[in-house]
Structures are given as C-alpha cells and as structure tokens.
C-alpha cells in the first residue's frame, strides 16, 4: 500500500485557470488545511518508502519520551479518536515497533512501549523529523519557524506542552 497521492497546483501552469476565492484566501481554516496539504506532501515524498504515515511518528516519539504510556492517555493528548488510535497502535504493533501489555491492575487498560526495532527507528530517524535538515523544511526563515510555532502554540491552546 502506497502512499496517497497529492498533487500539487502549480499556478504557474499555463493549463491553470485564475480561480478567485475571496474571503476563503485569508480564511484560517482553509489556510491551515492547505497547510496540512503541504506538509503531507513533503511528509510522504520523504518517507513514503517506510511506509508510515503522518501522526504515526509522532505516536512513536511519545511512547518512546512516556514508555509504558496508557493507550488512552496517548490518545487523548495526541487528540486522536480511541478507536483510530487502537487501529494505528495494532498496525504499529503488526510491523514489530510497538508492543502493547495489558497490566494485571487493570485489565481495561493498554500500555505501549517500543520494542528494540521501535527504538532504533526513532533513534535513526529523529534527525529526519526534528533536526535542521527535517522533511518539513519551507521557505520561511528560522525565525518565521519560530514565530509560526508560537502562532499555532497559542491558537491550539497548547502552550503547556511547550517547555
């Protein structure tokens, strides 16, 4: 299974025809998911070939920072649906990266750890995801990035996940 195709407009494509839009070319909604868009397109033309998919990364650098992390609390931090979360996880765990245990206390609940593959796939791909050379490079400047995070920061409401 492939990664899902994007493909991206460019404007100045002489088969292109000028589309007005109004309202909706400042509307934050429509900017963030064009946004998005974006970065799933840099995402899957730079790891398209692990097949992984976007959100699952970030899945792993949690785990990896919180082993033994509940499923649920993974889920509702991450703010993905349990039962997407669950069909993830069980994907995650079928490739042999992460491994879930059910604790004897309680029977209802799932903690996920990474397994030796899991952590050297975080480990060897860390830089890919975070470091200077990262897949989700744009043409903003450093400070732009910065300034672009804080943006989001506090329009997300999730300033105390920074620290």
Known sequence: MG???ITPVDERDEHV???ELGA???SLGFMLRIAQLRNFERFYARFGHLDLKPGEFSILWVVNLNPGIRQGVL???LQVKPA???KIIRRLEGQG????HIPDGDRRSVELSLTERGLAFVEERQADFF???N???TDLTPEEKRQLAALLTKYCGTSEWRR
């Open 3 to 5: 990664a899902p195709q």
């Open 75 to 77: 889920a509702h931090k």
């Open 24 to 26: 909706l070319a400042t």
């Open 131 to 133: 470091g200077a050379d």
């Open 97 to 100: 990266i992460i491994a879930r």
């Open 84 to 86: 997407h979360m669950t």
């Open 135 to 137: 897949y989700n490079d």
């Open 17 to 19: 025809e000028h589309v």
